[in-house]
């Protein structure tokens, strides 16, 4: 047995924003309603982080401290 399906609508969508997903569906040879399906069912598949996940995930990416901040503003003034 098939899977039960549900109609969506969106209302009061700026042109522009459609006229990206239209250019978007045509790149990936779908209909507008075949890319707006496939964008939808990608949201909903990612999992939703917990704060700590979130955290974590940050720290891998190796981001430089407020404090690791000041000092590159402050050798890129110096260097001047």
Wanted: proline letters at 5%; zero cysteines; charged letters at 35%.
């Amino acid at each position: 047995m098939g899977q039960r399906t549900m109609s969506l609508s969106i209302k009061d969508v700026p042109e522009d924003i459609v006229r990206r997903l239209r250019e978007r569906a045509r790149q990936h040879h779908r209909s507008l309603q075949g890319e707006l399906s496939a964008i939808i069912e990608q949201a909903a598949g990612e999992p939703l982080l917990s704060p700590e996940e979130a955290y974590q995930r940050i720290r891998t990416l190796d981001f430089s401290t407020p404090s690791e901040s000041v000092a590159m503003a402050r050798e890129d003034r110096d260097a001047r």
